[in-house]
T-cell receptor, first 115, second 115 residues
């Protein structure tokens, strides 16, 4: 089975540009999570979806960040306009929820550098 | 609010046992997890324990749970240089529907194994 697939693996762009990160969750999983990891703040949950519906976006830093999940097999995290402080590794994870809890499975991340 | 605390660093010699400790706050958590992150990679699930258990063993890994003190530990026997990584403790929390779809992560413990 393929795991969680993220693209691109690395992104380097200039501040002010729009950045779009992509994620394909594991087939059959009904939860999808976006995280950001930095040295200073560790792993932060940005937003998560259940059955394609955003459940909690309280971790999204500001209006420059937006996330969508148009269908069960695809999600995007967009930053517009990007700033140097957005540089981090962004992880997508998916899980199957329900009463019998299942662990989250992580993608390999997108390393984002904003110059 | 929910919080998960871990010490940031641990250094051991190859062949010794490593013990990584974690405390959590949400007494309703029913699952607790240990993830491993190697440099440049995503988080991999190592093991997890259900809250009605106090111990779980899986080859070189032993997880101990003290639910009264909300304390979780991960013991790695015969630690090898390949075990050098960051180890994250995580607790599950209930979402709006009562399903446990979300995790709260600690900041991670960086394990260094010296030959």
């Amino acid at each position: 089975d393929a795991g969680v697939i993220q693209s691109p693996r690395h992104e380097v762009t200039e501040m002010g540009q729009e950045v779009t990160l992509r994620c394909k969750p594991i087939s059959g999983h009904d939860y999808l999570f976006w995280y950001r990891q930095t040295m200073m703040r560790g792993l932060e949950l940005l937003i998560y979806f259940n059955n394609n519906v955003p459940i909690d976006d309280s971790g999204m830093p500001e209006d420059r960040f937006s996330a969508k999940m148009p269908n069960a097999s695809f999600s995007t995290l967009k930053i517009q306009p990007s700033e140097p402080r957005d540089s981090a590794v962004y992880f997508c994870a998916s899980s199957w929820g329900g009463l019998n809890n299942q662990p989250q499975h992580f993608g390999d991340g997108t390393r984002l550098s904003i110059l | 609010g929910e919080d998960v605390e871990q010490s940031l660093f641990l250094s051991v010699r190859e062949g010794d046992s490593s013990v990584i400790n974690c405390t959590y706050t949400d007494s309703s958590s029913t699952y607790l997890y240990w993830y491993k992150q190697e440099p440049g990679a995503g988080l991999q699930l190592l093991t997890y324990i259900f809250s009605n258990m106090d111990m779980k063993q899986d080859q070189r890994l032993t997880v101990l749970l003290n639910k009264k003190d909300k304390h979780l530990s991960l013991r790695i026997a015969d630690t090898q240089t390949g075990d050098s990584a960051i180890y994250f403790c995580a607790e599950s929390i209930l979402d709006y529907g009562g399903s446990q779809g979300n995790l709260i992560f600690g900041k991670g413990t960086k394990l260094s194994v010296k030959p």
